[in-house]
């Protein structure tokens, strides 16, 4: 059984553009949280998805949105990046009222 | 607003040496609690929890104890040994079920040593 995969592993770009990242949920899980770590930091909560609506929403700025699909994977967008953007952006899922198992991280660096 | 405060690291250790990782929270209502790892180039995994006061969270010779009178949430570990090195994170949700979002620290490095 996967678990909680991410693509890319890896993404450089720079200011101004735009990104998006890819997360596929745990066999069974119908719930995506998505959170932003900056070196040394603890994860943030951004936002997360529950039947293809967004359930819950963290402090970030509205160029952080997100996508979930029907078969429960998510898209993460960020437009016009910034320096401060540069971090390892972990996937959550889980069931709606359950545990949540984060998948390994996609590393942006914004140059 | 709700939060959680760790001890600094990074900590270093010898193998079999006791471990103790301090942890803080912030909250409204009653929240559960957590104790995240991460280990080099991987994401997060859950190694213990406790959802209520009085509780305590146990995995892989890990313990903490959800004390709401210290609104504390201390990781210990007896015999550490060269595999545990990693980064702790505390970790709450304030709302009932998992599955609501987590409030981290900003965690602690833990480095094992033969």
């Known amino acids: 059984d996967a678990g909680v995969t991410q693509s890319p592993t890896h993404l450089i770009k720079t200011r101004g553009q735009q990104v998006t990242l890819r997360c596929s949920p745990k066999?069974?899980?119908?719930?995506v949280s998505w959170y932003q770590q900056a070196l040394g930091q603890g994860p943030q909560f951004i936002f997360q998805?529950?039947?293809?609506?967004?359930?819950q929403r963290g402090n970030f700025p509205d160029r952080f949105s997100g996508h979930q699909f029907p078969n429960y994977s998510s898209e993460l967008n960020v437009n016009a990046l910034l320096l401060g953007d540069s971090a390892l952006y972990l996937c959550?899922?889980?069931?709606?009222?359950?545990?949540?198992?984060f998948g390994p991280g996609t590393r942006l660096t914004v140059l | 607003g709700d939060s959680v405060t760790q001890m600094e690291g990074p900590v270093t250790l010898s193998e079999e040496a006791c471990l103790t990782i301090?942890?803080?929270?912030?909250?409204?209502?009653?929240?559960?609690l957590f104790w995240y790892v991460q280990y080099p180039g991987e994401g997060l995994q859950l190694l213990l929890k406790?959802?209520?006061?009085?509780d305590k969270g146990s995995n892989k010779g890990f313990e903490a104890t959800y004390r709401k009178e210290t609104t504390s949430f201390h990781l210990e570990k007896g015999s550490v040994q060269v595999s545990d090195s990693a980064v702790y994170f505390c970790?709450?949700?304030?709302?009932?079920?998992?599955?609501?979002?987590?409030?981290f620290g900003t965690g602690t490095r833990l480095q094992v040593t033969l």
């Open positions: 970790a709450l949700t304030a709302s009932a079920g998992t599955a609501s979002k987590l409030t």
């Open positions: 998805y529950y039947e293809e609506e967004e359930r």
């Open positions: 959550a899922s889980s069931l709606v009222s359950d545990e949540q198992f």
């Open positions: 301090n942890c803080t929270y912030t909250a409204t209502g009653y929240p559960s």
């Open positions: 406790a959802t209520k006061a009085d």
């Open positions: 066999s069974g899980h119908d719930t």
